[in-house]
């Protein structure tokens, strides 16, 4: 299974702020696309995951920013799964821009049900 | 049953693009929560709504955009109802900063049950 | 001068809303992105216009929601000038899934400068 | 100086995901208007600063996510200066829906001139 991946995104105009760069909320945002790429690549569509009653949530997150990202800027967001347990899993990413690394990041995920329980991860997903 | 209301929003720095003023697709957002606060004042949240079955899902759309909206500025966006028809409620808006009007816009909702399929408005609601 | 384009656009988790859907919020935003790729293959990069003080601001916007869009649907988004004046443009849209028109929209720009203040299009940016 | 205040934020719907919760992107937004609120209270507006030319950005951030935030709810968000130093500040904040702690977060935020270059915290800004 798939443990790491690379995803493109273009920094939009809606992303960026007065300073005229991509404001910091507009960052999970990517590492969540980023770590749904890597579910896919791994045979597992999100969508139909939730569909089957198997849900992600965010239970820890943590960016540190070195560098702004601008408008139109195309960002590569390298996402690698660092630990797998039994109801968690933990990423861990990098955002470069050519070859400049602008900011590194790290989230927990518990896997919980459709009424919020925590539940077990499912066999092949993220193993 | 309450037919126009007003509420405040305070322009979120998040909300702002690199032109330093709101970015336009902060307002569908700021109708959002003006017509919420309607139905709220006619006795319904729409929150239990939601949870009863019945959905107002935004069928049109339109803004004009007079004046810009800058960060920190506070807003009072001005919503009316317009038209209730069987399945669909029509909605005008203002907002305003201070005495300069901002922006109008006018919204069509219709009323759809879980699965999307349109059904009648139930009695109370916007009536 | 290229007068129509499309693009790809793939509905995030974070744009899409309690009724499963993508919040009608998104849709300026893909719209932008449409008409900004429409603008780059004219050979002109939005963020080298606004370096050099042209701005564009949405004056007018309306949509018209057919079928929702859902997570992880991958839309083409259908943009093409429909008219140009010496200091507005109108762009027309339509966005659709595999062979579903889901939405079509329109949008007025307005040409300023960094103060805001109405300004020619230049020379060669939309004709 | 103040140094710790509160800020009410009702959930909007637009901040929820398919999960019917906000989804985490929104809490950094309310940290960053929890802020703000705290600079104000000290008598500083964070628009007058920009137009002098003293930016803040966010260096750091972690949020820990313990219960989900549901819309509309009505959150109370805490926020304290928890360390200053000549060029960065740091804040710890508590999430709150009535009695029940559902977030805690921390941010460092950097001070810069318009051109991102690192600067000297004005005398009386947070201190």
Redesign the interface.
Known sequence: MASETDIQVRV???E?????VA????Y??WL??AR?ELLRQGGV???SL?AAGV?F?????????QK?A???DVLRVHVRTTQVSRVKVEHAYEVWRGDQRIATAATTLGCVDRD?RVQPIPEGVVR
Chains 1, 2, 3, 4 share one sequence.
């Open positions: 939009r105009y809606a960026c702020d007065p300073m005229n404001h910091h909320s507009a999970p945002v969540e696309i749904t569509a999100y969508r939730e849900f949530v965010v239970a820890r997150l943590s960016i540190s920013f702004p601008y408008y139109d919020g």
